[in-house]
């Protein structure tokens, strides 16, 4: 079983649809939970981050964590052509001590095309 | 605030040399992870510096080093490049002012080709 998991994808929406991006962990150790935005050709972006069970909005953006079923999940709400992009999942235990130093586990992405 | 910087963005090595990436962290930011990312694996943790001191490391071989420097800065090094060490290498700087959090914030990476 992978550490992170993310759906498969690609996922295509409508432009002004909401996107729904999923992702399980296994280790239930895992406290914080980022997602970044990668475009093609560049480098990972910060999107949104979520450490409490429940919702989180930022935006046009809604994270949800629920650590009981280990699921963690992005809404995009109005989706844009230019929101399109590999959107990837991301979790640390953050256990001071620990082997979790600077480390982030990162889901193979999620691959989003919105088109107009 | 400038973000993070690498260099050099891009490198061509043939196999069996070795290569030196460097990473400049956000002013203030103490703590570097190095990140390998190809397109079977994704991206993969290689290790984490903090006040020059490597505390974390992923599963990769010793052919791949760090070190971090008084001002931050790290670099890290691949020795005996193998055809299989293709890939988008990226650091991230993180604050840790808070540790719980660990927001790392991602430099634009060094696209390196090994023929």
New interface residues.
């Given amino acids: 079983q992978k550490e992170v998991e993310q759906n498969s994808g690609p996922l295509s929406v409508p432009e002004g649809a909401i996107a729904s991006l999923n992702c399980t962990y296994s280790d239930r150790g895992s406290?914080?939970f980022?997602w970044?935005r990668q475009y093609s050709g560049?480098?990972?972006?910060?999107i949104m981050?979520i450490?409490s069970n429940g919702d989180k909005e930022d935006g046009r953006f809604t994270a949800q964590l629920n650590k009981a079923s280990q699921y963690v999940s992005l809404l995009i709400r109005d989706s844009q052509p230019s929101d399109s992009a590999t959107y990837?999942c991301?979790v640390?235990r953050?256990i001071?001590g620990g082997?979790?130093?600077?480390?982030?586990?990162?889901?193979?992405?999620t691959i989003l095309t919105v088109h107009p | 605030k400038a973000g993070v910087t690498q260099t050099p963005r891009y490198l061509i090595k043939t196999r069996g040399q070795q290569v030196t990436l460097s990473c400049s962290p956000i002013s203030g930011h103490r703590s570097v992870s190095w990140y390998q990312q190809t397109p079977g694996q994704g991206l993969q943790f290689l290790f984490e510096y903090f006040s020059e001191t490597q505390r974390n490391k992923g599963n990769f071989p010793g052919r791949f080093s760090g070190r971090q420097f008084s001002n931050s800065r790290s670099e890290m090094n691949v020795s005996t490049l193998e055809l299989g060490d293709s890939a988008l290498y990226l650091c991230a700087s993180s604050s840790i002012l808070d540790p719980f959090y660990n927001e790392q914030f991602f430099g634009p990476g060094t696209r390196l080709t090994v023929l």
């Fill in positions: 406290q914080s980022f970044y560049k480098s990972p972006e910060l981050f450490y990837l991301a640390n953050n001071a082997t979790s130093y600077g480390k982030l586990t990162f889901g193979q992405g």
